[in-house]
């Protein structure tokens, strides 16, 4: 069975600091890219950032970019996003998502959600 399981979030000051972490297990972590994806109050899923499957390339969408690095550990299935100079626009759920690839078919694997507020 594959799972991700996220940790940290919480509330933080404009300005300040937060990591979020997810834990994989039940596929190959180290053969596919991995993603953050986050949902604001009232709003769609937006896209933040992904990283290559060796860690050697990473995306952010323009708003992340310069303030969010996103990192992995393949000998511990996890990666994380490392978020400073939070803003209140980065206020939301975020979830870290896997898309594994097989010959037949694709598979969306999404963590459980963590909040992320930013207060000012």
């Known amino acids: 069975e594959v799972q991700l399981v996220e940790s940290g979030g919480g509330l933080v000051d404009v300005g300040g600091s937060l990591r979020l972490s997810c834990t994989a297990s039940?596929?190959?972590?180290?053969?596919?890219?991995m993603m953050w994806v986050r949902q604001a109050p009232g709003k769609g899923l937006e896209w933040v950032s992904a990283?290559?499957?060796?860690?050697?390339?990473?995306f952010y969408t323009e708003s992340a970019k310069g303030r969010f690095t996103i990192s992995r550990d393949n000998a511990w299935d996890m990666w994380s996003l490392r978020m400073l100079s939070l803003k209140p626009e980065d206020t939301a759920v975020y979830y870290c998502?896997?898309?594994?690839?097989?010959?037949?078919?694709?598979?969306?694997?999404w963590g459980q959600g963590t909040q992320v507020t930013v207060s000012s």
């Open positions: 990283i290559t499957w060796n860690g050697e390339d990473t």
């Open positions: 039940g596929f190959t972590f180290e053969d596919f890219p």
């Open positions: 998502h896997a898309r594994v690839i097989t010959v037949v078919a694709s598979y969306d694997y």
